[in-house]
């Protein structure tokens, strides 16, 4: 799962990273909530990446 949400991070796009850092809350809102569904996408489409034993 780790390996996942870094991969994610990686490949944030560089206005999710600016907003993020913003003072704006809605644009750190927005950052966060998208942020958050790249997460949720990238876990729950993964295949074979995590052992369940």
Do not use: F, Y
């Not at 993020?20 to 990238?42: V, W």
């Amino acid at each position: 799962m780790t390996a996942v949400i870094l991969r994610v991070l990686e490949r944030a796009p560089q206005w999710l990273r600016h907003d993020l850092e913003s003072k704006d809350t809605s644009a750190r809102r927005r950052a966060e909530e998208t942020l958050a569904a790249m997460i949720a996408d990238a876990l729950a489409n993964q295949t074979g990446t995590c052992s369940q034993g």
